[in-house]
């Protein structure tokens, strides 16, 4: 009896198509894949993974699973200002293979892929024992030199923030503490939680303005956390000031204890970054131009670390800042 198709059989079938507008991925049958940047650019590499159990749910179905991964990669490209170019793709697949998964999967890359101009160019399958392990390497390019570096704050600065924040962690606190909000407004957050949009616009925009940048994913206070340890100053953030839905502001007016798990919640794949003084009227053109709420929130100023300062200007003690791996 047949234990179903093979490796080769299984990339032919689901993977192969994806690279279809990637030449130099040899419709996956070589060993190696090629890829052109354009004369004068720089290409900005960034990988990130997703595990079962940890970073999503079986039952959060494949595409959406398919679709967050290339987003969430999209969003580290985003905060370095670069112009997406393509990926490569680990599946770490348990046994039996449930080819079914696998379909919707790679319908949900390939529509993602599309919407994004982001073909696939090549990558692993191998058999993981107990769960699905998935991991992208993200390729993009930008103009030599202006990538925007985490490091890059200086004193004086103003610091940003894109969109709002805390929607993926009330999210989460629906499917991990069985909280219940409106219905509308769990609708809302399971739609930022599962399908992130990766702000691309706004970090190519951002490409001579801004200093430092990053995409939040481990929480708002632990990511300015990195841009103020990578440049060695202290980031000062107004409690008040971070951008919430009205969802979130209503769950917010409801428990004013949610505040702590908006500011360290993580998964908002919105962009922080910093910037002069004298740039806030180039940010605000681009907001505009954009249609994208982009708020300040805070400054840089000599010190470490991040503090944050509630409506009575006095610092918020928070248990917590953000995501961690390990610990």
Do not use: C
């Not at 107990?130 to 030599?144: E, H, K």
């Not at 249609?291 to 003690?317: C, F, K, M, N, Y």
């Amino acid at each position: 009896m047949s234990s179903g198709p093979d490796e080769f059989t299984l990339i032919a079938r689901y993977l192969a198509p994806l690279t279809a507008s990637a030449p130099g991925a040899f419709g996956l049958r070589d060993d190696a894949a090629v890829l052109s940047v354009p004369t004068g650019q720089d290409l900005v590499v960034t990988t990130d993974a997703m595990i079962e159990g940890v970073h999503f749910l079986k039952s959060d179905g494949a595409p959406s699973v398919a679709r967050k991964l290339l987003r969430v990669n999209l969003s580290d490209l985003a905060a370095k200002g670069a112009v997406p170019l393509g990926y490569q793709l680990v599946l770490g697949l348990p046994a039996p293979l449930d080819e079914g998964w696998l379909s919707d999967f790679s319908a949900g890359l390939a529509q993602d892929q599309k919407a994004f101009g982001f073909p696939l160019y090549g990558g692993d399958t191998v058999q993981n024992p107990d769960r699905i392990m998935l991991a992208v390497t993200a390729f993009g390019y930008v103009s030599t030199g202006t990538m925007l570096p985490r490091s890059g704050a200086r004193i004086g600065d103003h610091i940003y923030v894109s969109g709002s924040i805390g929607d993926a962690a009330l999210a989460l606190e629906t499917k991990l503490h069985h909280r219940l909000f409106p219905s509308a407004s769990m609708m809302m957050f399971d739609s930022r939680l599962h399908l992130p949009i990766p702000r691309l616009a706004l970090g190519q925009g951002l490409r001579g303005i801004a200093n430092a940048a990053l995409d939040v994913s481990d929480g708002l206070i632990q990511d300015a956390g990195h841009l103020a340890d990578t440049a060695g100053v202290r980031i000062v953030l107004q409690a008040d000031a971070v951008p919430l839905s009205l969802a979130a502001k209503g769950a917010l007016a409801d428990d004013p204890g949610l505040m702590e798990t908006i500011l360290t919640g993580g998964d908002d794949y919105e962009i922080l970054f910093a910037a002069p003084p004298e740039a806030a009227g180039a940010i605000a053109q681009l907001a505009r131009k954009l249609q994208l709420a982009v708020t300040r929130i805070g400054h840089v100023e000599a010190g470490d670390g991040v503090l944050v300062s509630g409506r009575d200007g006095q610092p918020l003690t928070l248990a917590k800042g953000g995501f961690q791996h390990f610990g």
